[in-house]
C-alpha cells in the first residue's frame, strides 16, 4: 500500500497535566503517515483522487491547536480518527511529540496505529 506522510508539523497549544501546562502553549510536534491507494491518482493526475495533505494537515494543526488535551494520548488517537475520516485513508500512524518535556530527553511522545474499520 502507498503512503503519504506529514513530517514535523509543528503546532502550539495547551497540553498536559501539570497546573502550568494548562495556562500556556506548548510546541507540539506531529508526524502523520496515511494509507491509500495512489494508482488512480497516478492516472488521472487529479487532485480528487489524492489524500490532499495540505487540507489534512490544516485540520491536524487546528485539532492540536484548539482540543487543550491532558495526554499525548489523547491527543494522537483524537487525530487518528481525524484521518481516518478522509475517504481515501484506510490506515493512519501519528505520532505526537512535546520537545523539551523531559530534562534531558529532546522529545517525549506516543506513536498509535489505526485502521478503518470495514
Known amino acids: 500500500m502507498d503512503k503519504v ?3 514535523d508539523l509543528l503546532a502550539r ?3 498536559g ?3 502550568w501546562e494548562r495556562e500556556k502553549e506548548q510546541d507540539i510536534l506531529i ?3 496515511v494509507y491509500t491507494d495512489t494508482i488512480r491518482a497516478a492516472e488521472t493526475d487529479s487532485i480528487d483522487d489524492c489524500v490532499d495533505y495540505s487540507a ?3 485540520k491536524i494543526q487546528e485539532h492540536a491547536e484548539t482540543a487543550a ?3 499525548v494520548e489523547a491527543l494522537a488517537n483524537d487525530l487518528a480518527k481525524l484521518c481516518l475520516e478522509e475517504k481515501l485513508v484506510w490506515k493512519v500512524v501519528v505520532r505526537v511529540e ?3 518535556a523531559v530534562r534531558f530527553a529532546k522529545s517525549v511522545g506516543v506513536e498509535v496505529e489505526r485502521k478503518r474499520e470495514e
Do not use: M, W
Open 13 to 15: 497549544g495547551i497540553i
Open 56 to 58: 489534512l494537515a490544516k
Open 31 to 33: 508526524n502523520v503517515t
Open 17 to 19: 497535566i501539570r497546573e
Open 5 to 7: 506522510f506529514i513530517k
Open 98 to 100: 512535546k520537545p523539551g
Open 69 to 71: 488535551r491532558l495526554t
